[in-house]
């Protein structure tokens, strides 16, 4: 019993020492790629977007592309005594953990910060590994994020150059039937639901920008944007009865019929307010948006923090000297109380199995000398 103990202490003081080298990161704000302030400037519209972070980040550190930098930058394959990438990837995984922390509360939620722990016999090799992995997780948040951006950048710019020659138009149409026909006056009822209009068909624009920037980085059959399409369905029916409704107020605003044409002339003039005012409002929604992605990606960042720098381990993270000595012992009265009780059922006075161990002894003697 002293001997396997004994044991145990001489493996646990020749086994190699190794070191964690810890660091810990934060998301410090909404992924560049996002829908970032489209989604924030409407308080009716769910602000739980995707956001390249989180979850990108744990991709990026379990990525081979990663671990093959490791591999190279520190010459691991020397270290490890492997040249089977395979097999040093293993020894990486073995050598590196990921711990995630996310929000309370119940179902899936966002990861809040990211713990990256090293270990490795070399203290300085650990927090250089650590430090390299930090360094290569931001350049590549920042390269998607920067894509990202432009991407939704390029997305905006095509709606807002739109939305420039469609206002442009409609000012010019109907400052050319005010030249011709003058101001006509309009009911404060047609007026209300020329701003209804307006807004709803802000909505229907808003709906559309977002699916675009979706599409970027979702199949077209995924939930988000079958979602997305459905209620622009909605929207859409919502606009077109709306339409209609303020149309048959314009038929109905003018009480003098003397002249002819009158309602035809109300129902161009509503009409061609109705358009100035819409796309004055989504004039409004996308160019506070777009200046938003400029600065954004004149502003490049990873979208991260590190709260924790790498540090330089002092002290062994294993073997655990006290933990494999106090198994060592409790393994040698376990083997200890088992010799006791095979020596008891063997020489016992009254012990059944001496006999059959004998007669088997004979009969396998006997065959041997046959």
Do not use: C, H
Request: charged content about 30%; proline content about 2%; aromatic content about 8%.
């Amino acid at each position: 019993m002293v001997g396997i103990t004994v044991l145990a202490l001489v493996v646990s003081l020749v086994w190699p020492k190794k070191y964690l080298s810890t660091s810990e990161v934060i998301q410090t704000r909404e992924s560049l790629g996002s829908l970032g302030g489209l989604l924030q400037s409407f308080s009716s519209i769910s602000s739980g977007q995707n956001k390249i972070g989180g979850e990108t980040i744990i991709v990026i550190l379990n990525s081979e592309n990663l671990k093959e930098e490791l591999i190279e930058e520190f010459n691991l394959e020397k270290v490890y005594n492997e040249t089977i990438k395979e097999a040093l990837f293993e020894e990486l995984n073995d050598a590196i953990t990921i711990e995630e922390v996310r929000e309370g509360g119940f179902g899936f939620n966002p990861i809040v910060s990211v713990k990256i722990q090293v270990e490795d016999q070399d203290p300085e090799r650990a927090q250089k590994m650590n430090e390299f992995i930090l360094s290569k997780l931001e350049q590549r948040m920042e390269l998607l994020n920067e894509e990202s951006t432009s991407k939704n950048l390029q997305i905006l710019e095509r709606r807002f150059q739109t939305n420039l020659q469609q206002l442009k138009e409609s000012e010019e149409d109907l400052n050319d039937f005010q030249n011709r026909y003058g101001i006509l006056e309009v009911s404060s009822q047609l007026e209300g639901l020329i701003q209804n209009l307006a807004e709803l068909k802000t909505s229907i624009v808003k709906e559309e920008v977002e699916i675009e920037i979706l599409r970027n980085r979702l199949d077209e059959n995924s939930n988000q944007i079958q979602s997305k399409r459905q209620e622009v369905q909605a929207l859409e029916s919502a606009y077109q009865e709306l339409i209609k409704k303020s149309e048959n107020i314009e038929l109905a605003s003018d009480v003098f019929y003397s002249l002819y044409d009158m309602p035809d002339l109300l129902l161009k003039y509503g009409r061609l307010m109705r358009e100035v005012e819409v796309q004055n409002n989504i004039y409004e929604l996308l160019l506070p948006q777009l200046e938003q992605q400029r600065l954004f990606l004149a502003n490049k960042g990873s979208g991260l923090q590190i709260i924790d720098e790498a540090d330089l381990p002092t002290y062994k993270n294993s073997p655990k000297r006290a933990y494999i000595v106090i198994a060592g012992f409790m393994f040698s009265i376990f083997l200890a109380l088992l010799v006791i009780y095979l020596r008891e059922l063997y020489y016992g006075e009254d012990s059944e199995y001496k006999g059959k161990i004998d007669s088997l002894r004979k009969e396998l003697s006997f065959k041997k000398s046959e």
